[in-house]
């Protein structure tokens, strides 16, 4: 299997589980579903380093601090954008957030990756239709704001840019501990470490009632899989391809909403949708 392969199972992961994610929200709370996710990840994730003999990997402590940083970086990002779509309007910051690939993609750059003007111009193409898909316009072109507009937007470039640095940072320690390993490490900090944050900010960790537990079961289950199989990318393809082919979570979460949501995408969600599958099969034809 490739590494544009892996980014797309990690993308489907992405989506599925930010969709799971947001009914789960509804009733439990956009934090405590962060933090059960978390739970679940951990678990999930120490079984399969214990199924597949990896504990070893651990003895490398520079890369298991390297790997403690990023997803740091990582859960920092997500923290943000949880503070924005609480404090602002999903339509204005779903899109500012997913475009922390860009910033991958030039970190990627800045660090020596090259690309063919070809691929270049495929890997545009498609991160300007994932904007385009998270964008909701109204018929007159006009982005769907409201109050807190200001607030939720800033949240969000900052959950951009934590998000796309821990994104680019994550192929370094991969390359010694490997994915699961990487993300087993994030995920354990994230379980000691989020309750002291929500206790420093006054935020309360609600348990999920049974249907809402399923949901996160699933949710913590995805989100880890699709780190692993980002991870598992990078070690076969450069951070510019694989990135670029994990930003589709996005049009996998629109997909979900329209066939078990019922919701209905706008013009320029389609134009984004025909942008990005342009863009993914060149990328992968190159």
């Not at 944050?197 to 249907?211: E, G, H, T």
């Not at 209905?264 to 389609?270: D, F």
Request: aromatic fraction near 12%; proline fraction near 2%; glycine fraction near 10%.
């Amino acid at each position: 299997m490739n590494g544009i392969l892996f980014g797309l199972l990690s993308a489907f992961s992405f989506g599925t589980a930010d969709f799971f994610a947001g009914k789960a929200s509804k009733n439990t709370g956009v934090f405590s579903t962060l933090f059960y996710m978390q739970v679940v990840g951990f678990v999930f994730l120490t079984s399969a380093v214990t199924w597949y003999g990896q504990w070893h990997n651990l003895n490398s402590l520079s890369h298991v601090a390297a790997a403690s940083l990023w997803m740091a970086l990582d859960l920092i990002g997500i923290l943000f954008l949880y503070q924005g779509l609480v404090s602002g309007k999903s339509s204005v910051v779903a899109p500012i957030a997913s475009s922390f690939s860009v910033f991958t993609v030039i970190l990627a750059f800045v660090f020596g990756e090259r690309l063919s003007i070809v691929k270049l111009a495929a890997i545009v193409l498609t991160l300007v239709g994932i904007v385009l898909t998270t964008l909701v316009l109204s018929d007159r072109g006009k982005s769907r704001s409201g109050q807190k507009l200001e607030s939720g937007a800033v949240w969000a470039i900052f959950a951009a840019l934590f998000l796309g640095t821990a994104f680019f940072g994550l192929r370094y320690p991969h390359e010694a501990l490997g994915g699961l390993v990487t993300v087993w490490i994030g995920r354990l900090q994230a379980t000691i470490l989020l309750p002291v944050v929500y206790a420093c900010f006054k935020k309360r960790i609600v348990l999920p009632d049974k249907k809402n537990a399923g949901l996160i079961i699933i949710v913590g289950i995805l989100d880890a899989i699709a780190l692993v199989c980002y991870n598992l990318g990078l070690g076969l393809e450069d951070t510019s391809i694989v990135i670029t082919a994990t930003s589709l979570f996005a049009v996998v979460t629109l997909f979900w909403g329209v066939f078990l949501g019922g919701e209905k995408p706008s013009w320029n969600q389609w134009v984004g949708i025909g942008c990005t599958s342009i863009g993914i099969f060149l990328i992968s034809l190159l």
